[in-house]
């Protein structure tokens, strides 16, 4: 029960640190200090869930505990689908160079009559 309060503790404090985290920087790299912090405490929350995985291999079959020590798991992988999700919508949202239009300097304006 204990790696079950100490994952969700992690896994909801990624989300707080993301947002209490300023953004150091205003240029090209803006952000990715918040980015940052969320990750490494994801990464700490996974390793937890492994935890809690292999915890719920030694609890008796069909109990609430062990039920409750697959949680973990099953929110940190909803996290990675939604991570990979956002990952390609925003990947093909974007318009393919070939698509837009050319309008470059050397063009000639239209004549009017």
Known sequence: ???????????????????LTPVRDFSLSAG?????????????AT???????????????????????????VATAALAVAIAALSVYASMSRTPPELVPDRSVTQTAPVRN
């Open 1 to 19: 029960m204990c790696a079950i309060a100490a994952w969700a503790l992690t896994f909801l404090g990624s989300f707080v640190a993301f947002y």
């Open 32 to 44: 990715w200090n918040k980015v940052s912090v969320f990750m490494a405490w994801q990464l700490v």
């Open 47 to 73: 390793a937890l869930a492994f935890g809690c995985l292999a915890l719920a291999r030694w609890l008796p079959k069909g109990s609430l505990l062990q039920r409750l020590s697959l949680v973990p798991a």
